[in-house]
């Protein structure tokens, strides 16, 4: 009984066969867990007198972001680079292919985001029902949080940035690729704003061994 009341309270990730630290990784997950509850039990009452509402404050934050929205991705003023054919084959190239994936998916994220930030405006309001998702999007804006409406179904691409920093940087990844559509094929490329970086390293590999003939 001694013996037995000796071994540690928490086994070591070792016993598992896995390395020191998976424990960091699963404390930080405990810890954003403790966090994520702590966040969702607050009362949405305003602090004081004169303070906004939690509604209001929604609102606010609901209707700049929508008014800050990119413009869709489109190919209209598209520079004769971006989406060129092969003479050899009369396919599109590898980077065409991969930049017009990356474009569906981004005016997918764009049309989605849209749709929700009308809705939920109208929710608050009283116009329309509060459904569930809607409801949890309301509590993620207002504790900055990315709504999982917009990223649910592969429709967001994985990203750890709370909501501000991560709408900042959406907004630099549409301009990173608009100006790929329209400027042509850039000189060095952003590859943590792919939604599928692997995909661009393939077609990188394709064009390269495509060019020079390598099977």
Same mark, same amino acid.
Request: net charge negative; proline share 5%; glycine share 8%.
């Given at each position: 009984?001694?013996?037995?009341?000796?071994?540690? &309270?928490a086994?070591?990730?070792?016993?598992? #066969?896995?390395?020191?630290?998976?424990?960091?990784?699963?404390?930080?997950?405990?810890?954003?867990?403790? &966090?994520?509850?702590?966040?969702?039990?607050q009362?949405r009452?305003?602090?004081?007198?004169g303070?906004?509402?939690?509604?209001?404050?929604?609102?606010? &934050?609901?209707?700049?972001?929508?008014?800050?929205?990119?413009?869709?991705?489109?190919?209209?003023?598209?520079?004769?680079?971006?989406?060129?054919?092969?003479?050899?084959?009369?396919?599109?190239?590898?980077?065409?292919?991969?930049?017009?994936?990356?474009m569906?998916?981004?005016?997918?994220?764009?049309?989605?985001?849209?749709?929700?930030?009308?809705?939920?405006?109208?929710?608050?309001?009283?116009?329309?029902?509060?459904?569930?998702?809607?409801?949890?999007?309301? +509590?993620?804006?207002? +504790?900055?949080?990315?709504?999982?409406?917009?990223?649910?179904?592969?429709?967001?691409?994985?990203?750890?940035?709370?909501?501000?920093?991560?709408?900042?940087?959406?907004?630099?990844?549409?301009?990173?690729?608009?100006d790929?559509i329209?400027? #042509?094929?850039?000189?060095?490329?952003?590859?943590?704003?792919?939604?599928?970086?692997?995909?661009?390293?393939?077609?990188? &590999?394709?064009?390269?061994?495509?060019? +020079?003939?390598?099977?």
């Open positions: 009984r001694k013996f037995v009341a000796s071994f540690p &309270l086994e070591q990730p070792e016993v598992f #066969g896995m390395h020191d630290n998976a424990n960091i990784s699963f404390m930080s997950q405990e810890a954003e867990k403790v &966090l994520s509850v702590v966040l969702s039990i009362p009452e305003a602090g004081g007198s303070g906004k509402s939690s509604e209001e404050m929604v609102l606010e &934050l609901s209707a700049d972001q929508e008014s800050r929205l990119p413009d869709k991705l489109i190919t209209d003023n598209a520079h004769a680079d971006s989406f060129a054919m092969s003479e050899e084959t009369g396919l599109m190239t590898s980077l065409g292919t991969c930049l017009s994936q990356e569906s998916r981004f005016n997918r994220l764009l049309s989605q985001m849209t749709m929700t930030l009308k809705q939920l405006q109208k929710a608050v309001k009283g116009i329309i029902v509060m459904t569930g998702e809607l409801d949890d999007m309301f +509590n993620a804006e207002l +504790n900055n949080l990315v709504p999982g409406i917009w990223t649910k179904d592969g429709i967001g691409y994985p990203c750890l940035k709370p909501l501000n920093s991560w709408f900042e940087d959406m907004i630099l990844r549409f301009a990173f690729f608009r790929w329209e400027g #042509g094929i850039p000189i060095a490329y952003w590859i943590s704003s792919f939604y599928f970086p692997q995909g661009f390293l393939t077609s990188v &590999l394709q064009g390269y061994s495509r060019k +020079n003939l390598i099977p």
